[in-house]
């Protein structure tokens, strides 16, 4: 599967985006997919997971309550609601798949993910 996402861009504090992450190959329902940012200088971080059918979420704390994941099936495409944005909300930001169906424990692993996309650069001024 091919990844592309998009919608990054500069925002004052408080503000809202929404990523979008479009899929293209292999049937995008059958993949488990996450968001992932990172920020100048420091480690990939998780931000946001779904299942493949979209009944179950989960999220770093710092995004729960201003961020919501999401996906459209038909549409082949994964989003990231981002309301609230704090100036550390400020990175890159990457889409990933994986082929199996994650447990919890293994949300934030990156390494269990077969599949990135390019980034797309958040910035939060304050």
């Known amino acids: 599967v091919q990844l592309q996402a998009s919608g990054g861009g500069l925002v004052q504090a408080g503000g809202s985006l929404r990523l979008s992450c479009a899929a293209s190959?292999?049937?995008?329902?059958?993949?488990?997919m996450a968001w992932f940012r990172q920020a100048p200088g420091k480690e990939r971080e998780f931000v946001a997971a779904?299942?493949?059918?979209?009944?179950?979420?989960d999220y770093t704390n710092s995004a729960k309550g201003r961020f919501s994941i999401s996906r459209d099936n038909a549409e082949n495409t994964l989003y990231l609601q981002m309301n609230s944005l704090k100036p550390e909300d400020t990175a890159v930001y990457y889409c990933?798949?994986?082929?199996?169906?994650?447990?919890?424990?293994?949300?934030?692993?990156?390494?269990?993910?077969?599949?990135w996309g390019k980034g797309t650069q958040v910035t939060v001024s304050s």
């Open positions: 190959g292999r049937t995008f329902s059958s993949y488990f």
């Open positions: 779904i299942s493949r059918t979209g009944t179950i979420t």
């Open positions: 990933a798949a994986a082929t199996t169906s994650l447990r919890p424990t293994y949300y934030s692993d990156y390494d269990r993910y077969d599949y």
